[in-house]
């Protein structure tokens, strides 16, 4: 295995807080409801997870560190702060550090905005999800629109780079009224976007609520399809070109730790439920920490480590994985790459018949999906997976 693969992609680390004010009904990460957090108590933790981990990858460069969740926006400024202080002795920071937070856009939360500035963060990634209050309601969304576009304008001032998310082909939404509301999104000047079509997924109460034949009028796989293609003309037009699948920015606003992700990078990743990436001396491997945030806070306090036992990623698993993740950029896979991971190259079979199907193209070094194949990615990856 080329021990020094992940710089490709770089280091970065994941801090995840399992909390939220309420459950969405289409969720399915690993986010609990608690009345009450002892945020000196997750500190303690963050920060005994962070200097184990370093001493394993010391004196890595951090390029990215990232707060998912759950809400991360119900962390206390000062916590936040921490874990980066945390953060800043366990490595050597970059220059030019992307340090992002997910928010959402209630009052309280927003208020919370310049706090995090000051803490360190300089984006902010905001859970939007829809522009209109019938359709917030649907989603199980605690705020308004008008709370939301509020928010975001505070986010503008108190941050250098600001994203949100948006999920389409809701119930009831044709391709006429998202073309409106993605409109509007991009006339907000954000930097990035994300943008989800709606699934339904297992274990979520949408999930049962469909199951039962009670989730109706969600638009079906064609408009579904229209709509993604219309996304990429609309943000294209408006200087917002896609980047991976679901991702769209200003060219050099990309999230980069999410890059770091898709390019195999190696991550770190403190909290329950993170999983993570690391490029040891004799393996990469997987890490996993316990879902349950009192067992894995009990854990990291009695036995000095939140983590699962690893998972040793074989050079196969490493090849499969590079093509999953960097066929969904638009800059594609490095042929060289996937080779030297899988011990082979990649399929020229299967290659050319994707290039004359008009799915995929060769670029030198690199074979990427074309604009029309990224609708159809999953076909796509089964036929190149070795």
């Not at 939301?148 to 009831?172: E, H, K, P, T």
């Not at 009670?214 to 070109?241: N, S, V």
């Not at 491997?285 to 000095?304: I, N, Y």
């Amino acid at each position: 295995m080329p021990a020094e693969d992940w710089r490709a992609g770089g280091f970065a680390l994941y801090v995840h807080w399992p909390f939220c004010a309420a459950k969405c009904p289409y969720c399915d990460f690993n986010s609990h409801v608690a009345a009450v957090i002892d945020q000196p108590r997750w500190l303690s933790a963050f920060r005994a997870e962070i200097a184990r981990l370093s001493a394993e990858v010391p004196g890595r460069v951090l390029g990215s560190i990232f707060f998912g969740g759950g809400t991360p926006s119900l962390m206390a400024p000062d916590t936040v702060a921490g874990v980066i202080e945390a953060a800043r002795a366990a490595w050597p920071l970059a220059n030019d550090v992307e340090i992002t937070l997910e928010a959402n856009p209630t009052s309280v939360e927003a208020g919370r905005f310049r706090g995090y500035a000051d803490a360190g963060v300089n984006r902010l990634s905001m859970g939007v999800q829809a522009l209109n209050d019938a359709d917030l309601k649907r989603l199980g969304r605690m705020h308004s629109a008008a709370e939301a576009r509020a928010a975001f304008d505070i986010a503008r001032n108190a941050f250098g780079r600001v994203s949100f998310d948006l999920i389409y082909a809701r119930q009831q939404q044709d391709a006429a009224s998202w073309r409106r509301e993605l409109t509007e999104a991009l006339a907000m000047a954000v930097d990035h976007l994300s943008l989800y079509q709606l699934t339904i997924e297992p274990g979520t109460a949408f999930g049962a609520r469909h199951a039962a034949g009670g989730l109706r009028d969600i638009p079906d796989d064609d408009m579904a399809g229209d709509m993604y293609l219309e996304t990429q003309d609309i943000c294209e037009k408006f200087g917002y070109p896609a980047y991976e699948v679901s991702n769209h920015a200003r060219p050099g606003a990309e999230s980069r730790h999410n890059l770091t992700c898709w390019r195999q990078g190696d991550w770190a990743a403190v909290g329950p439920g993170a999983h993570g990436r690391l490029t040891l001396p004799d393996s990469r491997v997987g890490t996993e920490a316990l879902r349950a945030p009192g067992a894995w806070l009990d854990a990291v306090e009695r036995r000095g480590s939140g983590e699962l036992p690893r998972e040793v990623l074989p050079r196969h698993d490493q090849a499969v994985e590079y093509l999953l993740m960097s066929m969904r950029l638009v800059e594609g896979m490095d042929r060289g790459r996937f080779a030297a991971l899988n011990g082979a190259p990649v399929d020229h079979t299967a290659v050319r018949s994707l290039v004359d199907l008009g799915l995929v193209e060769e670029d030198g070094q690199r074979i990427r999906a074309t604009r029309e194949g990224r609708p159809v990615l999953n076909a796509i990856l089964r036929e190149l997976a070795p």
